[in-house]
């Protein structure tokens, strides 16, 4: 089965430009996680949801950070404006619901904030 | 809430040498262990997990892992490393039940030299 597709894979933009990344995930799987991962430490979750509703979203700095997934698929998640310490790896997953499940990671989009 | 401690932020060793990797977890409530390993530029892959049974767990590639309650760890283990071996390893946990929703460690860096 395909994968976790995720767009585009690296990104550098200025600090206070706005930026988007988007995410496919797995075909029938309802959930959907979004990772923070600065280099030399781990994944931190911004935001996970199930089908097209919020699960958490308590580490999302939402002053700059916002995310969607209207039609319970895709996903889009917008850094508007952006800081220099938003420079990471923005990892997607996603799960089928239910207890635990496996949750399978894209490759990531590494953005370079200068 | 949980928390992960790695212990040890890099692991060097020779190509055939055993290896063990730390990790330790602080949580009020049961938890479900995971090991992942990411290669360069690529997404989380699943090493193993523990969600319930033998506390001994095996996964793929030759890595193991024991859970001790006790000492609330959760140690990797490989008896005989390879070169493909050499990766960043993640340890995770999550509250056993409900939402699956993973809290990451820092990471170990394995660099497994000829």
């Known amino acids: 089965e395909a994968g976790v597709a995720q767009s585009p894979r690296y990104k550098i933009i200025e600090k206070r430009q706005s930026v988007a990344f988007w995410c496919n995930p797995i075909s029938g799987h309802a959930t959907l996680y979004w990772y923070q991962q600065i280099l030399g430490q781990g994944p931190k979750l911004l935001i996970q949801f199930q089908n097209n509703g919020v699960v958490d979203d308590s580490q999302l700095p939402k002053d700059r950070f916002s995310a969607e997934r209207l039609k319970g698929v895709d996903s889009t998640l917008k850094i508007q404006p952006a800081k220099l310490e938003d420079s990471a790896v923005y990892l997607c997953a996603s799960s089928s619901p239910g207890g635990y499940t496996e949750a399978f990671f894209g490759q990531g989009t590494r953005l370079t904030v200068v | 809430a949980q928390s992960v401690t790695q212990l040890d932020s890099q692991v060097p060793v020779f190509e055939e040498a055993p290896v063990e990797l730390r990790c330790n977890y602080s949580?009020?409530?049961?938890?479900?262990l995971f090991w992942y390993v990411q290669y360069p530029n690529q997404g989380l892959q699943l090493l193993l997990k523990y969600l319930s049974g033998s506390t001994l767990v095996k996964g793929i590639n030759g890595f193991e892992a024991e859970f001790n309650k006790s000492q609330t760890s959760f140690h990797l283990r490989k008896p005989s490393v390879h070169i493909s071996d050499t990766a960043e390893y993640f340890c995770?946990?999550?509250?056993?039940?409900?939402?699956?929703?993973?809290?990451f460690g820092r990471g170990t860096s394995l660099i497994v030299h000829p």
């Open positions: 949580s009020s409530v049961s938890v479900y």
């Open positions: 995770a946990v999550s509250k056993a039940g409900g939402s699956y929703i993973p809290t």
